[in-house]
């Protein structure tokens, strides 16, 4: 069975290096969707089907900034790779502290730009097999069977929204995540003008399969939310 090719969306204004790019990933063995401007670059980044993006900065309508602030609440984790021109150091350091991959400077040859995005595209499906299970000081969680295995022998049973939950704090690790971002990006809701309890029982519950060391994998950060230890 053949291996689907990934699928690289390029955001770019520029036509030549538009066209440029995607023939160059096309001649790789890349499947390419291409937008011309922020607005529409905005939409596929949201809504369509891709591995890595390709995002030039300075677009119409929306900047790449908007679209990867976008990108950060809607698909964290999402592979990005900036496309800069010389002079912006400043805006390419701000697009990696927002959660870009990588960059490469125009004008870039193409061995540079393919070599960056196999490089990107490797890692990131590194994290994804990685993703499938998670090791901890007591136990290891399969995540494709929804299910924890402690050390002792003793194996608890995940819900769907104990598992998305484990799984979002494990991929944001390094920062408290605040209860209004996991309602917005686990439950899907609007944490607008709600008071629930909720997120609090759901990590109450994970501590409790998790075993006794349940409190140090998922620790509350005083006055800002939750993160893995």
């Known amino acids: 069975m053949m291996k689907e090719k990934p699928v690289i969306l390029v955001v770019e204004d520029d036509a030549a290096v538009r066209q440029g790019v995607v023939d160059a990933l096309s001649f790789s063995g890349y499947e390419v969707i291409s937008a011309a401007d922020g607005r529409q670059g905005m939409e596929y980044a949201l809504k369509a089907s891709y591995q890595l ?3 030039d900065l300075v ?3 929306f900047s790449g900034f908007e679209v990867l602030e976008a990108l950060r609440k809607e698909r964290p984790g999402q592979p990005v790779i900036i496309l800069s021109a010389r002079g912006e150091e400043a805006d390419r ?8 991959d990588d960059y490469v400077v125009k004008p870039f040859s ?12 490797r890692r990131s499906s590194e994290r994804e097999v990685g993703q499938n299970a ?9 995540f494709s069977r929804r299910e924890v295995c402690c050390d002792d022998g003793d194996r608890k049973e995940l819900s769907e929204r104990e598992s998305d939950l484990l799984r979002y704090l494990i991929s944001n690790k390094g920062r408290a995540v605040a209860r209004e971002e996991l309602l917005q990006q686990v439950w899907r809701i609007d944490p607008k003008n709600i008071e629930t309890r909720t997120i609090d029982m759901h990590v109450a519950h994970l501590r409790e399969k998790l075993g006794d060391h349940g409190q140090e994998v998922v620790v509350t ?9």
């Open 110 to 121: 193409v061995r540079e730009m393919l070599a960056r995005v196999d490089a990107v595209l």
């Open 134 to 142: 998670f090791d901890y000081n007591g136990g290891r969680v399969d």
């Open 53 to 55: 993006l390709l995002l």
């Open 59 to 61: 677009l119409p309508h």
């Open 221 to 229: 950060v005083r006055g800002k939310g939750y993160m893995v230890g």
């Open 93 to 100: 350091v701000k697009g990696l502290t927002m959660g870009a």
